[in-house]
């Protein structure tokens, strides 16, 4: 049903758009001595969007939206 869903909405933009992206900031999880992280946003690409499925299930290689938006805080470990 997912997948019909999805395609369904390729084929015809009005029922409302099949794929999205989620805007976040970029949090990189640095290592420090004892064990203890640094966090830093990232001086190279501070912000990106992830693109993503308006779906349940990943599709064409997208994650979810709902699944990106809700790890879209999550640190980026180095």
């Known amino acids: 049903m997912d997948?019909?869903?999805y395609h369904a909405r390729l084929a015809v933009p009005r029922l409302g758009a099949a794929n999205s992206s989620v805007h976040r900031v970029?949090?990189?999880a640095?290592?420090?001595k004892g064990n203890k992280i640094e966090y830093q946003i990232d001086?190279?690409?501070p912000?990106?969007?992830i693109p993503c499925s308006r779906t349940l299930f990943p599709h064409v290689g997208r994650n979810p939206c709902w699944y990106v938006s809700r790890h879209a805080k999550d640190p980026i470990a180095m």
Do not use: H
Request: hydrophobic share 45%.
């Open 30 to 32: 640095i290592p420090d």
């Open 3 to 5: 997948v019909t869903w």
């Open 47 to 49: 912000e990106e969007d």
């Open 43 to 45: 001086a190279v690409r």
């Open 26 to 28: 970029r949090l990189l």
